[in-house]
């Protein structure tokens, strides 16, 4: 337990004030569930101190100002607040064994701010038992070595209590103003204390301003352009100011400035099927882009077969030299829909690209645990060399570390078991590849995983999400990869993938995952960090319906964009303040 004199107290509490004060806050603060508590400004300053660490580990974005403190958090709390000195290895309490905080709880038991929950023995300490205010009162006394504040009486509820003497003390301390303001003279004394009312309690104690975070910047969406044919991707090569959008029936447009070009970069709308699901469905500009002028597009032909070419930019920058398509790769489609499409490369240079299991329902032809066929995957393919020279059909060379290189499998595979992974990302501060795998009839899911990670099976068709789908393997789940998030046909019916937003707007959202359903119209985020979803959000509140969201993209400031088959191509904006 501390004693400290008034003088020393006051230069501690000014240099505290003068810390606290320094401290510089994302807008809406460290967490995002405490926006305009009335206790935000403590809860803050105790962030700020490191008193508290949040209430969802690792990620501790929440505070969950509203839940009650137990008596093994408020240990935790208060060994933060001012360091005791150790437990000297003695084992006070008979159950708290299981505790995280059992450690907190024999340094406070050494401390003598706690005498247990079970008098006169006092061998528990009833750590996930709530802390009453009265309870609380007598911690912070003990902890704070608060003077006897004599024959006042502040309130006039806790006559009955044994810690009367204790909840006046903390009363004239400053650290305490009751429970009714304005009048404040009750206390309260059984009332369970909040996560947001221990804040400011601590606070107090500690002698802390209260910190005050800017405001959240609100996103709002605005139109950037509008009557195209289906856009349903868009992207910028790397150092380009341009917007290039796919169009499904089969052109480029660019978008420069906020306005649409005169004409398109490409136009292959006579080489593509487009019906269903059919069309342009993907492009990719080379990593190098910039001095080899060279681009990658996916798409259905007018067999309905799948194939990725690869064009060169001309002399004009905004229009592709049609003549120099030399062909990739081509992979027959059994059926108009589940074609994937997209194509990205990845932080290794080579060139990833989606398929679907083939169409029709349910998987007829069981491609999806199928490895040795090229639907239902992530194919990844090394464009900087030719493994098939005397097919003119075959311009690629497979990576030496594609999963089933000399095993039993296609050698183009890097991840099966997918049903219509539409649209796929690479976040790249994170290394972590996002893909929307749209789902049969009851689950839609999103699947994240390190892009370094070849040979990831995710599980359909004997699984849907994490949900059993086809009995014939007994729903094994041994050497699946399960959705980070799924969610159910009573919330959409389509997922479309997005991107992890890295784009300055908006800074409490860096590193959110961004995407949508096609029949819902709501835009929806969460965060991923460790192996966990959390901050799931869902944004039509702010932004209002954006229709049938068919695709995303991002330009080269990393802001992002929202495409829908209104032709709309929007990007998200602060809201005007």
């Known amino acids: 337990m501390r004693t400290l004199s008034v003088s020393v107290l006051t230069v501690i509490m000014v240099a505290l004030m003068a810390t606290t004060a320094l401290a510089q806050l994302p807008p809406g603060g460290t967490f995002v ?4 508590n009335v206790h935000e400004g403590y809860i803050e300053a105790i962030a700020a101190k490191k008193i508290t660490l949040g209430c969802n580990p690792p990620i501790n ?4 100002p509203s839940s009650f403190v137990t008596r093994g958090e408020m240990a935790a709390f208060l060994v933060r607040a001012f360091d005791p000195t150790d437990d000297g290895g003695k084992d006070w309490f008979v159950d708290d064994g299981d505790s995280d905080f059992e450690a907190d709880i ?4 050494a401390a003598g701010i706690t005498r247990g929950c079970n008098p006169p023995a006092n061998d528990q300490f009833c750590p996930n038992g709530r802390v009453t205010r009265e309870q609380m009162a007598a911690f912070l006394v003990r902890a704070y070595d608060y003077g006897d504040a004599g024959d006042v009486d502040y309130f006039t509820d806790d006559e009955t209590s044994e810690f009367e003497t204790d909840m006046n003390n903390l009363a004239a301390a400053g650290i305490t103003r009751g429970c009714n303001p304005p009048t404040n003279d009750q206390y309260c004394p059984t009332q369970d204390v909040r996560r947001d009312e221990m804040a400011s309690f601590l606070g107090r104690a500690e002698g802390l301003e209260p910190l005050f975070p800017p405001p959240r910047v609100v996103p709002d969406i605005e139109i950037v352009v509008s009557g195209l044919d289906d856009p349903l991707h868009a ?3 790397p150092g380009d100011d341009r917007l290039f959008v796919v169009e499904k029936s ?3 447009q660019i978008i420069e400035n906020d306005a649409l070009a005169a004409k398109p970069f490409l136009d292959i709308h006579d080489l593509v099927s487009a019906g ?8 990719a500009f080379h990593p190098d882009y910039s001095s080899n002028g060279l681009l990658y597009v996916s798409y259905t032909d007018k067999s309905g077969d799948s194939r990725i070419v690869e064009y060169e930019v001309s002399s004009d920058p905004d229009v592709v030299n049609e003549s120099s398509a030399r062909p990739i790769i081509r992979v027959d489609q059994p059926y108009s829909n589940h074609n994937g499409g997209m194509v990205a490369f990845d932080p290794s240079g080579k060139l990833l690209v989606s398929l679907g299991d083939g169409g029709g329902g349910g998987d007829p032809d069981e491609n999806g645990q199928e490895a040795n066929t090229l639907l239902a995957t992530l194919l990844r393919l090394d464009l900087g060399g030719d493994d098939f020279p005397s097919d003119s059909a075959r311009n690629y060379a497979i990576p ?3 999963p089933f290189v000399g095993n039993t499998g296609a050698d183009e595979i890097w991840a099966y078991g997918l049903r219509n992974p539409w649209r796929f990302s690479i976040d790249a501060p994170t290394g972590l590849l996002y893909i929307g795998d749209v789902g049969q009839g009851q689950w839609e899911e999103i699947d994240v995983a390190p892009v ?3 040979g990831l099976n995710y599980g359909w068709n004997s699984f849907e999400g994490e949900h059993c789908f086809d009995t014939g393997d007994g729903c094994d789940r041994t050497g699946k990869t399960f959705p980070a998030l799924e969610y159910s046909h009573a919330q959409g019916c389509s997922v479309t993938g997005g991107y992890v937003y890295r784009g300055t707007d908006f800074p409490d959202l860096v590193g959110h995952y961004f995407f949508a359903d096609y029949c819902r119209g709501e835009l929806r985020s969460f965060l991923y960090n460790n192996g966990a979803v959390s901050s799931e959000r869902n944004w039509t509140s702010e932004v209002g319906s954006l229709g049938s969201v068919i695709g995303f993209g991002v330009d080269n400031q990393q802001r992002l964009y929202i495409l829908n088959t209104a032709g709309a191509v929007m990007r998200l904006t602060p809201a005007t303040q």
């Open 276 to 283: 269903s699901e059919q069309g342009l469905l993907g492009m």
């Open 452 to 454: 370094t990670a070849g």
């Open 250 to 252: 089969g052109y480029i």
């Open 106 to 109: 024999n340094r406070l038991a």
């Open 400 to 402: 030496s570390d594609n």
């Open 61 to 64: 974005d929440r505070y969950c």
């Open 33 to 36: 569930d405490d926006d305009n």
């Open 235 to 237: 992207s910028s090569p």
